[in-house]
């Protein structure tokens, strides 16, 4: 039986406010809209709220957990936000592109193990908008995760603050808008979790901090592939890859038009510099490469690793790196930090490279000559599947408690659910185009699935999700795996695609066992 007490714990601590309301008004409460009149944080900030179960792509996973407050013994952590459109021309092309607080990309949310983590969101969108938090676990907390089913979006000129504690977590995340192919417009940013100082970190301080996004980027705005793939079309070639929100350096006149501007690392001679990369884009795998300079893994996703020299790395969709790199070269001149497409026509994909520069303060000229090159395998996977198979976890060190459920003998683990989940390319349905899982392209019901507990609402969604792909034709659905709190699951991934796929449980992190 769905607890009702953890919909009505969650929903208790819910409020809205539409910009330039007082705050004596507050909006009628109802099942539809995911809202009431209560207050948060003893009534500094007016919120709004949808609990429900967390999303993985297009199907939904319930887990049956009362609420966790977070610790008031432990540091708070508060920043406001505005969420609004500016016009940027990251390829020469003006466009909309998704700031906040004017910021393209995003500020950085820097913040040490266990704090607790307030984020006021004023959207000043003209749509509604989410924001979600990749990698942080939202421990007993789904309804702070920002996707669609476990939150209501928040409606422009309404605010909405995120509380959540990055527990017993570190490393290098990102967060970004999940709604309505926003992330092609922007409007990410990095979050860091710093290590607590009793807590050692399995390399020496590095001399400075180095934040890098890269990303596929479109010229049209995201309105308008929205709407091409509502009407059933493909996206096609990207127009270019951005490196922190700018274009490339201008490293060949008939690729680059002139007056682009590109991102620039200022570093010092001898010393290291940590960089944190994650690929924001919507659906290209790139290849990062620093011309003449090695780089040491250090950290993946809030995990850190052996450590482990690249000359090049595939970082694919949604993933995260830390390296750790030293400046030992000579400074004769600048160097190239590339990011180009991967598992495609090359000789056609040539505009697809993000270039930016490495600058040493004591250079002596610019940039010039010819890309360092990407690896020799245009479409074969294997380069790629065998990097990623050649990272170790280092797991002499971690936050407070790399396995907060407690120590496991894995073959002596009861697991009580298996599901394979099988992605298929993406069709048309009802004359937009899908992706599935199984089957099924998960559709959010118009009531959300915690409140249809709370209310007793029948047949807003199914628990039905097939455990096995099937062989029938794809539909939508609201089809929702049960589960129980606690519970072992193994899940097997299987790509009938013909794209790289990266998954993400939203509030999870992977153990890979096969």
Not at 210 to 215: C, S
């Amino acid at each position: 039986e769905r607890e009702r007490e953890t919909a009505a714990g969650a929903g208790s601590e819910r409020a809205v406010r539409k910009k330039g309301q007082k705050k004596s008004e507050s909006p009628q409460e109802s099942a539809d809209t995911c809202v009431d009149s209560s207050r948060l944080d003893r009534g500094r900030r007016e919120t709004m709220a949808c609990p429900a179960a967390a999303l993985l792509l297009p199907l939904l996973l319930g887990f049956l957990a009362a609420p966790s407050p977070a610790r008031a013994t432990d540091p708070y952590a508060a920043f406001d936000w505005d969420v609004s459109y500016v016009t940027r021309s990251p390829l020469g092309v003006p466009q909309k592109v998704i700031a906040i607080n004017k910021e393209f990309p995003g500020p950085v949310v820097n913040v040490t193990t266990n704090y607790n983590v307030a984020v006021n969101v004023l959207n000043s969108l003209d749509e509604p908008l989410l924001i979600t938090w990749d990698g942080i676990q939202q421990r007993k907390n789904c309804w702070q995760d920002g996707v669609l089913g476990t939150n209501c979006p928040i409606p422009p000129g309404w605010n909405w603050t995120y509380n959540f504690q990055v527990k017993d977590q570190i490393g290098s995340f990102f967060y970004f808008p999940p709604l309505s192919m926003q992330r092609a417009a922007g409007g990410f940013g990095g979050i860091t979790v710093n290590n607590r100082a009793v807590i050692s970190v399995p390399f020496d301080t590095p001399d400075g901090d180095v934040r890098l996004f890269i990303g596929d980027w479109y010229k049209k705005n995201h309105t308008d592939l929205r709407k091409m793939l509502d009407d059933g079309k493909e996206l096609g070639m990207p127009d270019g890859v951005l490196m922190n929100g700018k274009g490339p350096y201008r490293y060949n006149d008939s690729l680059v038009p002139a007056g682009i501007e590109y991102e620039t690392i200022n570093v010092e001679p001898g010393k290291t510099y940590r960089f944190r990369v994650h690929n924001v884009g919507v659906s290209t795998s790139l290849n990062l490469r620093i011309q003449g300079h090695n780089m040491a893994m250090v950290e993946t996703e809030g995990s850190y690793t052996m450590k482990q020299n690249f000359t090049n790395l595939d970082i694919h969709v949604g993933q995260s790196y830390s390296f750790l790199v030293t400046m030992d070269q000579n400074a004769s001149s600048d160097y190239y930090i590339v990011a180009s497409a991967r598992f495609v026509n090359e000789s056609l994909w040539t505009r697809v490279t993000g270039v930016a520069i490495l600058h040493y303060s004591n250079s002596k000229g610019k940039a010039s000559g010819l890309l360092p090159d990407p690896p020799n395998d245009e479409y074969d996977k294997s380069f790629s599947m065998n990097q990623a198979r050649s990272i170790r976890m280092n797991v002499t060190t971690g936050a407070a408690r790399p396995n907060p459920q407690g120590s496991f003998h894995y073959g002596e683990i009861n697991v009580t659910q298996v599901y394979k989940l099988r992605n298929m390319p993406p069709v048309t349905i009802n004359g937009k185009k899908r992706t599935t899982l199984n089957g099924i392209s998960y559709s959010p019901p118009a009531t959300p699935l915690r409140l249809a507990d709370l209310y007793d609402k029948k047949e807003v969604y199914t628990l039905d999700f097939p455990t096995m792909p099937s062989d029938g034709p794809p539909a939508i659905g609201s089809s929702v795996i049960n589960s129980t709190y606690k519970n072992f699951m193994e899940i097997v991934f299987q790509n009938n695609d013909t794209k790289v796929q990266t998954y993400h449980i939203d509030g999870y992190a992977f153990w890979v066992v096969g």
